[in-house]
């Protein structure tokens, strides 16, 4: 292991220029990187990574490498694998899905290029009959310090109401978050407005998601447990979320690319690419999101990365199932559609992906000035503790699907013109690769 020096790198929050000495597989060199910002590694609190149960979508190896070359050096991984990761549910090999995920790196005798957290399922088999043993996670951050269950949600479906209250106070008294699929619905494939009837579709009204944000914030403030809300999609939401938290009720929030970026009268434009769960809304919707993530009542960007074959997702609109990917284009697009617009600035985006994030996952974001110190340069064994991205927020590129590094393609910004992009990222004081601007 050799080190390598990218000089000249500019600090995300101060602006400084600052020295990065990190380790590297390559040969020791000093590089250039004049003009690229050095950030805390992006943190996602809301990732899908199929494994077990769905390989040909994805793998923990595939969404690890989908993760890194997005910029992420930490991700919480949802629990609806097959089977479940319920704490129960036995594999053929004997152990439960959050052993085959936690045990992933030492069974596979290799390292991946990212953390990676748990969020155990908060129903058996996340079928909303019975809680999970939501206790036995209770310390979990000190017996599995790599890969702890930091979390519980059923994500896909939103924890039901009458198991809701007992399993916030259980989620409360270890040390867990509660994070919720705020929405639920019968039927429907899409937004319900006027694109719905024009392509003759059956929509999905907005209370369907609104009515459990309202819930969810009466459990948090009668239990006084932290509950998140995930991939918050409409204006109703946002104004009752606002509202809790004036009240101080402990409720935070995230949304994701595709509801910044998109509304649903792009489902006419890239069809099944533009399903997901909660849908696509109006553009009102989109604008109150906008203003939600410039005033703060929106913590934080997830990419609700959800892979899926293209088998699968050709089917049609009313089969195909839900989600897109976004590991790899969530910092582009979001910089593009917010940065660019001049809706946020470059610091409250890296606030929204990469700080309040580790907040919520209980990994504070790395200090870049507390480790360059007055020196401004940050030596490879204080980098060792260090998590990081390094960034080229001016560079204008292209989304291409087929350059991936996750196996699915399943995204509706495949073709767009971006700007800003995840150069490399610096995990543990390690760099994955030598930054492509600097490497010409």
Known sequence: MSVVTLKGLRAWDSGHTVNLEAEYEGEARDIDCTGMTLAPGFQDPHVHWRDPGDPDAETMLTGARAAAAGGYTNTLVMPNTTPAMDGATIMEDGRGAVEYARDWERDHHTSLPVHYQLCAAATIGRAGTRLADILAWKGDRTRHPDHPVTAISDDGATIPGPLLYEAAALAKEAGLVVIDHAEHHEQGVMNEGQTSRSLNLPGIPGDTESRIVERDILAARDTGAHIHLQHVSCATSISLVRQAKRDGIPVTCETAPHYIALTDRDVARYGTRAKMNPPLRAPGDRDAIWEALADGTIDMVATDHAPHTLAAKTQGMLTAPNGVTGLESAYAVCHTTLVDRGIIGERRLIGLMAIAPGILLGRPATDIGALAGTSGTIRARAARGADLVILDTQEAWTIRADRFASKARNT?????????????????????????????
Do not use: H, N, S
Not at 414 to 440: F, H, N, S, Y
């Open 412 to 440: 509706p910004f495949d073709g767009w013109k971006v700007t800003g992009r995840a150069l490399a990222t610096v995990l543990a004081g390690r760099l994955t690769r030598i930054p492509e601007m600097a490497a010409r």
